[in-house]
């Protein structure tokens, strides 16, 4: 079964801080892996996803990821945080099984910005 | 941009009442989704809908609750008789018919149970 490891549960940074947060997976077959982001008080939004290709992914808001498959991690990064993404940000692996798609979510990462 | 709805956006119930989270789907999706969240905890996947039948659902799933699409734009997820540990939020998504589409979440219905 696949699982979802987030390696930091609770992250404060100042603004302008640079932000890496670790996401691994355990699976074996092809996996596609997410990040969403749910601010304070609304719902989960995609911010990036990686399905083939150029292993680094960028998605909204100067977000990006990496995937590395020899180490099973797609880490999120931005070079410089800014209040407003202070939020929660969750890593998922979608894998496939008879042509549906299940979706497992990391534990989630509070990310605290301070100003 | 469309996107999914769902209300009531907080319920809240005595133990042992029914209770039914609605949702509309994004309207041309064919596949359909519930997943929960209790406090502190991650997002866990419940079940998935697909041409009008179950296609797969985890072990949080049981008996008690059942989904439905009763008509052809709402996507309903009822629990029969609810348990204090039923408290979550509750996350309803869909997606389009091709196999790497992305899901859309809606924004969620906070179930509190008393």
């Known amino acids: 079964a696949q699982s979802v490891s987030q390696h930091n549960h609770h992250v404060i940074l100042s603004e302008a801080a640079s932000l890496e947060l670790g996401c691994n997976y355990s699976y074996g077959g092809t996996v596609n892996l997410f990040w969403y982001v749910q601010y304070p008080g609304q719902h989960l939004q995609l911010l990036l996803k990686?399905?083939?290709?150029?292993?680094l992914v960028k998605g909204i808001k100067g977000f990006e990821a990496e995937f590395i498959k020899s180490k099973f991690s797609f880490n999120l990064r931005k070079p410089s945080v800014q209040w407003s993404d202070t939020a929660e940000y969750f890593c998922?692996?979608?894998?496939?099984?008879?042509?549906?798609?299940?979706?497992?979510f990391g534990i989630g990462t509070k990310l605290q910005v301070i100003p | 941009e469309p996107e999914v709805t769902q209300t009531p956006s907080h319920q809240v119930t005595q133990m042992g009442q029914e209770v039914i989270l609605r949702c509309v789907p994004i309207?041309?999706?064919?596949?359909f989704y519930w997943y929960r969240q209790i406090l502190g905890q991650k997002v866990e996947f419940l079940v998935s809908?697909?041409?009008?039948?179950?296609?797969?659902k985890s072990e949080i799933f049981d008996d008690q609750f059942s989904v439905e699409r009763p008509d052809g734009s709402n996507f309903t997820l009822k629990i029969r008789s609810t348990k204090l540990e039923d408290s979550a939020m509750y996350f309803c998504a869909s997606r389009g018919g091709v196999s790497t589409d992305t899901q859309y979440f809606g924004p969620g219905t906070r179930l509190t149970v008393l």
């Open positions: 309207s041309n999706h064919l596949y």
């Open positions: 998922a692996v979608i894998t496939y099984s008879g042509g549906y798609q299940k979706v497992t």
């Open positions: 990686y399905f083939s290709g150029d292993p």
């Open positions: 809908f697909y041409n009008n039948e179950i296609s797969e």
